[in-house]
């Protein structure tokens, strides 16, 4: 047992100032809204905060196509007009609109996610967390349930430089679906997705017969659940099935997707789970002290998103946090009883015990099919680089040099919110 966990948490405030657009579900402001909840309780004092690098776009290009980062660097609302049957080629629209600073966004979560993996490479953490990241859902030539950019892709990316396997763990309401595709053929990455399946609903995929092709055949495991889902049912199917999968795969690290969506009363989730009853997953991948990268993901009422990843937070601080929430600049979504916790959901549960029994049994059929510990030989990995800046020709004269610029990208070792003469002091973001 380590003596304590050395946590690394990213945030830039720039992040939750988008805005998708009127009736759009996404709401970035949620960012704000945890990151503020967080301080609130000082749980800043327990750990590291960054602020993360902006992604390059040659970064981005480690999974995505070149002409879709390319596409979505040049796109503004102001031009969308022009670019009708491109907006339609990439999967832009409806659900995933062009926005002001749509690029910008991509680059700060996407850099939070990749600098997260980098520290828990270079041995400077043992858990990094990105509430930002977690776009689970982003193809690689295509936009996709308002995901544009697959941080966790990158990540993953980024840990198989160290790491000879990766297991990746999605507890989103929604399938895992462009983690899964990316990693389909390979045995270097395990996708373990628990989500609602059936119904139509979105993203359709996730059926526990998908289970990887070719190499990467029993390397894709999928926990389809009906609506209603509780507490006690999803935590005990979680920790039997995690529990194996750690035991038969032995990862080198873990990225742990922590949708928000899965919460009772989320306005386009349909699970009945308590913040304890998903908090139990985080506090349960944690135990196994295996270098860990968290995220955040899907949840669509915001107070509620909030509250699960600052419980989260202080759950991989082993800290206790008082049920009243403390006063903070966002205190008056809290209301009217200002407390942390929300009780389960009233939905029925149609996941019979017998149906439960048949996935786990289905499940577990698969792990057998893996030789413990499978010989995914190390190949040698490319040294970290360095990549200068962004082609100053191809910038917008116009834009404003904002601080994030102005800091010319540069993660500083002493980025706290400590001290008078720090630039990220929480009354700054």
Not at 361 to 367: G, K
Request: charged fraction near 25%; charge should be negative.
């Amino acid at each position: 047992m380590r003596s304590k966990d050395r946590i690394s948490y990213f945030y830039d405030g720039d992040v939750g100032s988008v805005y998708f657009g009127p009736n759009h579900p996404m709401k970035p402001h949620r960012l704000c809204m945890t990151h503020h909840l967080v301080l609130s309780y000082d749980l800043h004092k327990k750990m590291e905060i960054y602020r993360p690098h902006k992604a390059y776009p040659v970064e981005l290009a480690q999974f995505h196509s070149a002409d879709y980062v390319e596409f979505l660097h040049r796109i503004t609302p102001d031009t969308q007009d022009l670019y009708l049957n491109d907006l339609a080629k990439y999967n832009l629209g409806e659900d995933c609109p062009v926005f002001e600073n749509l690029f910008e966004f991509c680059q700060i979560y996407a850099g939070g996610t990749l600098d997260a993996a980098r520290r828990l490479n270079n041995k400077l953490c043992d858990i990094a967390i990105n509430w930002a990241g977690g776009l689970h859902h982003a193809k690689k030539c295509s936009a996709s349930g308002f995901c544009y950019i697959n941080d966790l892709v990158l990540g993953i990316l980024e840990l198989l430089k160290y790491h000879a396997r990766v297991l990746y763990i999605d507890i989103d309401v929604h399938h895992g679906d462009g983690v899964e595709e990316a990693f389909y053929f390979t045995d270097r990455v395990m996708t373990v997705s628990f989500h609602k399946y059936g119904d139509l609903f979105f993203p359709g995929t996730g059926d526990v017969k998908e289970i990887g092709e070719r190499e990467g055949k029993y390397y894709a495991i999928n926990v389809p659940l009906k609506d209603g889902i509780d507490d006690s049912s999803f935590n005990r199917l979680f920790k039997i099935i995690i529990d194996k999968v750690v035991e038969t795969y032995q990862p080198g690290a873990i990225v742990l997707q922590c949708g928000a969506d899965s919460l009772a009363g989320d306005r386009l989730g349909c699970f009945n789970l308590s913040i304890d009853g998903h908090a139990e997953c985080v506090k349960f991948v944690k135990k196994f002290n295996i270098p860990l990268l968290v995220t955040g993901g899907g949840g669509y009422t915001k107070e509620n998103v909030a509250r699960c990843w600052t419980v989260e937070t202080g759950v991989l601080l082993d800290a206790e946090l008082p049920n009243e929430i403390p006063d903070n600049d966002y205190i008056k979504y809290f209301g009217p009883d200002y407390s942390l916790k929300i009780p389960h959901g009233q939905i029925e549960n149609l996941n019979s015990k017998s149906y439960i029994s048949t996935i786990k049994m289905q499940v577990m059929e698969s792990l057998r099919s893996i030789q413990h510990a499978p010989g995914v030989q190390m190949h040698e990995v490319p040294p970290d680089f360095y990549i200068p800046d962004f082609d100053e020709d191809g910038q917008n004269p116009d834009e404003r040099v904002d601080q994030h610029t102005q800091d010319k990208q540069i993660q500083r070792d002493d980025e706290y919110y400590e001290g008078d003469n720090d630039n990220d002091n929480p009354d700054d973001v």
